[in-house]
């Protein structure tokens, strides 16, 4: 069964392209309101259901944010990608800086990985917002993947750069 995100409740909680805006506990400067810093965030979920949720070729979507959590596992699973055969930290976030520096594509553009999973932008100012957000949202998780794939001796944590190898939902990674 695939983990969901505890994110339902979405009174208050701003959109862009059908995706809610969550909070981050973030230092990162973006769109995203900040979050209390004692509570779980979309990131947070995303980092500890993705070894569960890769696995599944499947998911179905019970709220708008299982969306951002489907697009966070994803892009878990394309940052994992780039740090398999970085044999250390400094490598590795070399490596996860030079990904955060590409262009984010929105709904609609070409490179967008789930057309059709959200909504295609009304105006620009509404493809710059969730271009915005997005950007800040996989800054805040390539920040935290690290921690979790590399030991603290700088040396790569097998049980996670051994994800690199899965396709989830059936993508295959360039």
């Given at each position: 069964?695939?983990?969901?995100?505890?994110?339902?409740?979405?009174?208050?909680?701003?959109?862009?392209?059908?995706?809610?805006?969550?909070?981050?506990?973030?230092?990162?400067?973006?769109p995203a309101p900040p979050s209390d810093p004692d509570k779980?965030?979309?990131?947070?979920?995303?980092?500890?259901?993705?070894r569960a949720n890769v696995f599944f070729r499947n998911f179905?979507?019970?709220?708008?944010?299982?969306?951002?959590?489907?697009?966070?596992?994803?892009?878990?699973?394309?940052?994992?990608?780039?740090?398999?055969?970085?044999?250390?930290?400094?490598?590795?976030?070399?490596?996860?800086?030079?990904?955060?520096?590409?262009?984010?594509?929105?709904?609609?553009?070409?490179?967008?990985?789930?057309?059709?999973?959200?909504?295609?932008?009304?105006?620009?100012?509404?493809?710059?917002?969730?271009?915005?957000?997005?950007?800040?949202?996989?800054?805040?998780?390539?920040?935290?993947?690290?921690?979790?794939?590399?030991?603290?001796?700088?040396?790569?944590?097998?049980?996670?750069?051994?994800?690199?190898?899965?396709?989830?939902?059936?993508?295959?990674?360039?």
């Amino acid at each position: 069964m695939v983990y969901h995100s505890s994110f339902v409740d979405e009174e208050g909680i701003d959109k862009a392209c059908g995706c809610p805006l969550l909070p981050l506990k973030s230092h990162i400067k973006g769109p995203a309101p900040p979050s209390d810093p004692d509570k779980v965030d979309i990131v947070d979920e995303a980092i500890t259901f993705f070894r569960a949720n890769v696995f599944f070729r499947n998911f179905d979507i019970k709220s708008s944010a299982d969306k951002l959590l489907i697009y966070l596992t994803f892009y878990i699973n394309v940052a994992l990608k780039r740090l398999d055969g970085c044999r250390t930290l400094a490598v590795g976030t070399k490596a996860i800086i030079n990904l955060g520096l590409e262009k984010v594509p929105v709904p609609g553009e070409p490179g967008f990985p789930f057309p059709g999973l959200f909504s295609v932008p009304d105006s620009r100012e509404e493809a710059e917002l969730f271009r915005n957000y997005l950007k800040q949202i996989r800054e805040e998780t390539s920040g935290r993947l690290l921690s979790c794939a590399y030991r603290p001796n700088g040396t790569p944590n097998k049980w996670w750069i051994a994800f690199a190898k899965r396709k989830f939902l059936n993508i295959i990674i360039p």
